[in-house]
């Protein structure tokens, strides 16, 4: 199973958009995925039409050991997409995880636990909170790499290097094989001239790791949790929507090649 986190330190720049979606988009392409909800809002979990009342168990209960993966996990209305929700109780992970033996790697070891019988998945995505305590360490102690969404705005930017030197810091600590996958553009207004000016800036800065395709500014994306389900199925066709399918292609052809046939 490929794990990868999706982080930004910044928040409101479109991850648990682009969690949602590039996890529906991936499920669409043949993959069996789980998304993992590591934010105690749940709105990963509400995007994709999980009650509150049927998160049985969830990713706290994953994270404190008091469930598997294979109880934690569980469908969505998406054929080929399950996943772990999140409830508040997350919220309280990080105050007892601290006293905790290996706090940083609880979620790695959930993953890593061997469960006959269960088939598991080809590839994991992680929402990861707009902060770096203990829930976001354990998200990128747990991934093989790392998927940023900048939003194209100034104060990004200095997000951004901040994230960078925060991902050296892992390396050095925690996870020496942490990569970054790509920075994937989000509300981009081509009518509003910062934003090609960020994006360029971006793209000087990193070259090849900025995904070709962005993520627009769309009101179907916005629409869509509201109604439980992301956007690729509210609403195929709007802009967002491509976008998503665009990015999940450009994805899938920077994993592992032993991994495309899956």
Known sequence: MITIAIAN??????KTTTAINIATAMAASGWKTLLIDMDPQGNASTGLGIENSAREYTTYDL???EATLAQAAQPTEIPGLDIVPATQDLSGAEVELVSVEDRTHRLQKALDVPQPGFAGYDIAFIDCPPSLGLLTLNALGAADTLMVPLQCEFFAL???S???QTVERIQQRFNPDLGIVGIALTMFDRRNRLTDQVADDVR???GNLVFENVIPRNVRL???PSHGM???IYDHNCPGSRAYIGLARELIGRLPEKRKAA
Do not use: F, H, T, Y
Request: hydrophobic share 40%.
């Open 204 to 206: 000087d800065c990193l």
């Open 162 to 164: 901040q994230l960078l």
């Open 9 to 14: 330190q910044k928040g409101g720049v479109g």
């Open 230 to 232: 992301p956007a690729l």
């Open 63 to 65: 994270l404190m050991g």
């Open 222 to 224: 916005s629409e869509a």
């Open 158 to 160: 200095e997000g951004l």
